[in-house]
């Protein structure tokens, strides 16, 4: 995806949407790479790098990564190498990273990349269980970066956080949640059974409200008619600084005779990259616990 200068933001998202299956490569190997020169090409493998302790050298479009992704923050030093469909090539040049790292599928080639720095894709999804494949994703790059003990690790730890915040959700009952981020004033992006989050919704015990179709990445654009359906939901909305089109939608007399906007059951919560992995998932859940837990 481009950025938002020259897209809208619901250019940019209903691309992000509708991108292309994911397509694996072969395996780089990645013996003696410097960990404090690997660059990321793409917010999913930030994201693992994160989950391992490694800070990136380099990053691709910082900017709207504070706008859609939020958490974990980056630190101020990392450097912003550009868009992540066309990352700036002649400052990756310069910089002489020991690593690459990319979502696999995504950007420019892998053979194009080849020329300035040895490299890795990493997938996001099956088109079924995206975090057990973020899992997969994490163990992997931990093992070409032979850091295993930190996957480990950071699995432990986030298998004891989904596992500790399921009491909140106790009193819930069997109302179904609907998860939304909005394009326009018109659109909506949402989440099915086959998003990132759905393993914790189940683990949980909170139904989807959304079974009708979705992409490869679990989501799918609707117009925000279709909403109307749903009048004994939960409504989560992902904010991502588009407070304008929000202003816009929120004053129209068909969202204000949404039954679950009449019945308060509708709230915007902060960004969660919903194509992320494990560190995107426990913020998920620490957002849902603030906006549900312990609400019957």
């Known amino acids: 995806m481009s950025g938002l200068y020259p897209l809208s933001r619901r250019r940019l998202l209903t691309a992000m949407a509708l991108s292309p299956l994911l397509w694996k490569m072969g395996q780089a190997r990645a013996a003696s790479v ?7 090409l793409e ?11 490694i800070t990136p050298y380099g990053v691709a479009d910082i900017p ?3 706008l859609w992704v939020n958490e974990p923050p980056l630190p101020d030093a990392v450097i912003d190498v550009g868009l992540r469909t066309e990352p700036n090539l002649e400052l990756l040049t310069e910089m002489k990273p020991s690593f690459m790292v990319w979502s696999a599928g ?10 300035i720095a040895p490299g890795h894709g990493f997938n996001f999804s099956d088109g079924k269980n ?9 163990t992997e790059m931990a093992q070409l970066l032979n850091v295993e003990s ?3 690790r950071h699995l432990a730890e986030f298998d004891s956080f989904i596992e500790s915040q399921k009491t909140r959700f106790t009193r819930r009952g069997e109302r179904p949640l609907l998860i939304t981020s909005l394009l326009d004033s018109r659109h909506m992006l949402i989440f099915g059974p086959n998003c990132l989050f759905q393993t914790v919704l189940d683990e949980y015990g909170i139904r989807n409200a959304w079974q009708g179709e979705t992409n490869f990445w679990g989501s ?9 359906a749903y009048k004994e939901a939960d409504v989560i909305c992902f904010d991502h600084g588009n407070h304008r089109e929000m202003d816009a939608l929120t004053a129209t007399p068909l969202w204000q005779a949404m039954p679950f906007v009449r019945a308060g059951r509708f709230q915007q919560v902060p960004a969660v990259w919903f194509y992320g992995a494990t560190l ?8 849902l616990g603030n906006a549900l837990g312990g609400k019957a």
């Open 64 to 66: 709207n990564y504070r």
């Open 130 to 138: 995206p975090l057990a494949v973020a899992r997969q994703s994490l």
């Open 106 to 115: 995504y950007g420019p080639s892998p053979e194009k990349l080849a020329r």
């Open 150 to 152: 930190a996957a480990q």
């Open 280 to 287: 995107s998932t426990m913020s998920f859940v620490r957002i």
């Open 34 to 40: 410097d960990l404090q020169r690997i660059v990321a």
């Open 220 to 228: 799918t654009v609707v117009g925000i008619d279709r909403l109307a």
């Open 43 to 53: 917010w999913l493998p930030v994201e693992l790098l994160l989950a391992l302790g």
